[in-house]
């Protein structure tokens, strides 16, 4: 089931209303798809409420507002190397915060104290549960669904600075979308990320180092996730730098692709 965050557009009665809903038809046919209103937040109760709006009439929206994010830093071996560093002993974690969360379409802002900014594919991980200290077999029970994110990242700013805060925190830096899959195998799916439709990474969640049960295993050791928490897990090989005016699009199998354009921060 694919949940979307969306607001109404323009010439409905319900313009500018924003409400959660179940996306049906095919994502490769958007004159197809269709979005049957939610009467509440899906992690609480699937109920409809009885609208549907056709995909042109909606502007989809970042598919959660977390609390907190959780990132996981070189859990794929080639990206690690490719930066010339190892992988680390236990899993590498850092924040990003909530104003960094952008939807599909909308824009990253390129930071004015960087000159090397670089998008990199992950899957995301939507929290459906409290869960602390979560035992490895009972991780599902407290996993939502599963979403495209791109953790961009000021290269520049995170090698200078040594911490990650404002390398990988600033406006803008974490678009999610464009909806959330909760029926997905996510052992082994297709990431990739594009430039201007150029390829820039490929890789498969089957090479992370750690896989997600074991990651939310060690990240709920030391906190409690909260339904609508979003967990990163770490980016295949290929980063590079992007520009004022490029598109990224990063897109995962079974789930779809978020698009943004790059815009100089106003």
Same mark, same amino acid.
């Given at each position: 089931m694919r949940i979307a965050r969306f607001s109404v557009r323009e010439g409905s009665p319900a313009a500018g209303s924003v409400s959660f809903g179940v996306v049906e038809g095919d994502p490769s046919q958007p004159e197809s798809l269709v979005v049957h209103a939610l009467a509440g937040h899906p992690i609480v109760s699937m109920q409809l409420s009885g609208e549907s709006y056709r995909m042109e009439d909606i502007r +989809?929206? @970042?598919?959660?507002? %977390? =609390?907190?994010?959780?990132a996981v830093g070189r859990n794929y071996a080639a990206h690690a190397a490719e930066l010339g560093n190892e992988v680390p002993a236990v899993p590498l974690t850092f924040f990003k915060p909530s104003t960094a969360v952008i939807g599909p379409t909308e824009s990253i802002a390129y930071p004015p104290f960087s000159s090397d900014v670089q998008p990199e594919a992950e899957l995301a991980v939507v929290i459906g549960r409290m869960g602390r200290e979560v035992p490895l077999e009972r991780v599902p029970e407290i996993v939502f669904g599963y979403t495209c994110a791109n953790d961009v990242t000021a290269r520049d700013v995170q090698q200078r600075e040594g911490q990650w805060a404002r390398a990988k925190g600033f406006d803008t830096s974490c678009p999610l979308g464009p909806w959330i899959e909760t029926e997905l195998d996510p052992s082994d799916l297709a990431i990739t990320c594009t430039v201007n439709g150029d390829l820039r990474q490929t890789g498969r969640t089957s090479l992370m180092v750690r896989s997600i049960a074991e990651?939310?295993?060690?990240?709920? !050791?030391?906190?409690?996730? +909260? %339904? *609508? #928490?979003?967990? +990163?897990?770490?980016?295949?090989? *290929?980063? &590079? %730098?992007? =520009?004022? *005016? #490029? !598109?990224? @699009?990063?897109?995962? !199998? &079974?789930? &779809?692709?978020?698009?943004n354009k790059v815009i100089k921060r106003g």
């Amino acid at each position: 089931m694919r949940i979307a965050r969306f607001s109404v557009r323009e010439g409905s009665p319900a313009a500018g209303s924003v409400s959660f809903g179940v996306v049906e038809g095919d994502p490769s046919q958007p004159e197809s798809l269709v979005v049957h209103a939610l009467a509440g937040h899906p992690i609480v109760s699937m109920q409809l409420s009885g609208e549907s709006y056709r995909m042109e009439d909606i502007r +989809l929206l @970042a598919p959660i507002l %977390p =609390n907190k994010i959780v990132a996981v830093g070189r859990n794929y071996a080639a990206h690690a190397a490719e930066l010339g560093n190892e992988v680390p002993a236990v899993p590498l974690t850092f924040f990003k915060p909530s104003t960094a969360v952008i939807g599909p379409t909308e824009s990253i802002a390129y930071p004015p104290f960087s000159s090397d900014v670089q998008p990199e594919a992950e899957l995301a991980v939507v929290i459906g549960r409290m869960g602390r200290e979560v035992p490895l077999e009972r991780v599902p029970e407290i996993v939502f669904g599963y979403t495209c994110a791109n953790d961009v990242t000021a290269r520049d700013v995170q090698q200078r600075e040594g911490q990650w805060a404002r390398a990988k925190g600033f406006d803008t830096s974490c678009p999610l979308g464009p909806w959330i899959e909760t029926e997905l195998d996510p052992s082994d799916l297709a990431i990739t990320c594009t430039v201007n439709g150029d390829l820039r990474q490929t890789g498969r969640t089957s090479l992370m180092v750690r896989s997600i049960a074991e990651l939310i295993v060690h990240i709920s !050791e030391a906190m409690t996730l +909260l %339904p *609508g #928490d979003v967990i +990163l897990t770490g980016t295949p090989a *290929g980063v &590079g %730098p992007i =520009n004022v *005016g #490029d !598109e990224v @699009a990063v897109s995962i !199998e &079974g789930i &779809g692709t978020l698009t943004n354009k790059v815009i100089k921060r106003g």
